[in-house]
């Protein structure tokens, strides 16, 4: 496959995982990228180079990662050559200006940071609900921790974080259910939309257990159906693009969910 | 006391916390603040209000909180009134650019932004040492999990977070070991040194071992050092202003320390 695309995502091939919330900007925007490791022969070696422990600086003059995800734009780096960004949130914030997802101005654009934020931290709450202990030791020697862990995170957590952002989509008159910020889809949307389908994924039961008891009514009845209406999301989630969930961040161990 | 500065910060009193990653934003470039919990009289009820599960959009058409810190900034909001951002790598960003701690160009400002979130997430992975299977349960009630924790903290996590930050410093020449990014001082310098400095305080065992040892030489003999040279943090450093840590996120439990 050529590489003429402007956007490349660095990260791991056949899971979601965090390469997701990038991906899902492509795609709800219709903007063309290449994601290395599941579209590239051989690609993975980009994504074990961009994580070896004792790269530095590269010939670009970018810094190197702790960990995928990294985003690569051509043209965009030092004296021309290509921008190389880490950490998830980075990566969003500075996709979610090229990719008019940002708001409309400075207040909206740090809202939507933090709300992305946020969801971003409940994603890492999720996975450390299967690996509290050590990321990494298996899900199988730390699994007493875990369903500690997972109790709490069900019990407490969950409905901390969702009841959070149904305050905020519930206020948030313009969006009328649909949007966190504003009359427009931003990436903290298409991160909140992500994590929802993760937690569903993951914990089946103590989702629909919610859905059924009404908690969150904005979320589950209007937000969540309405987010692939944009773009090409909904042509992508029913693609091989969209890779199905496995041993990446949302697991489903039925022992971890509600009994 | 007369609240006539632009920046307030509105998180816990007493203790560094997260907060103090954006007090030492001001105190590097001598920018006036308020610390509302820790300076008026009272202040911790805006604190109380700011995270409130029933709270929705403000009079000033901000979004609630999930938790603090927050920044609120007079002026900048929808309509001329207040802005507040909340989540800690969010308001560094919005600082960062408003203090000219954020690079010299697009590039060195989504570098600095992935590099404080690396150092920000060193630091939550420092609090969850000891609350690794509930934030909500005391301690003592997770201490076996904690002991788990922490030893697999020490031994994988403090090496990796801290060998890479040393070949960033190692890589940017421009910087001399003394600044992440270019040839000034940014937040994410500001970040890392305060993550380095309490994980001294938590595993002072362990960080004298390490640097005893000659491991991350830049970080322990030139980096470190030189942070507290800018603007007024050495004299801040020293006032009652730098609260101690305490139940916060970086606690010394002499037991999850190296034995």
Redesign the interface.
Known sequence: MSNDKKYELLYWPGIPGRGEFVRLTFEATRTPYLDVSNQVEGGIHQILALKD?????DAD??????APPALRVHG???KGGA?V???T??IL??LGEKLDLAGS???ER??I???A??AL?LN?EAH?THH??????YYED?KT?SL??AT?FRE??IP??L??FE??L???KEGQGKY??GDKLSYADLALWQVVHGLKFAFPKEMKAREEAGEVPTIFKTFSPSVPEHGQLKEYLSSDRRKPYSKGIFRHYPELDRQ
Chains 1, 2 share one sequence.
């Open positions: 422990e004792k790269a530095t600086w003059g970018n810094p190197p990662a702790l965009e780096g030092k921008l960004i880490s950490q949130p980075a914030a500075f101005d400075a207040a740090a809202w940071q933090a709300l934020l946020t931290d890492n450390d509290p202990v050590s990321t990494l030791a730390q921790e500690r862990k709490d407490t957590r901390k974080f009841g959070y305050r905020v519930k206020g948030n966190l910020v």
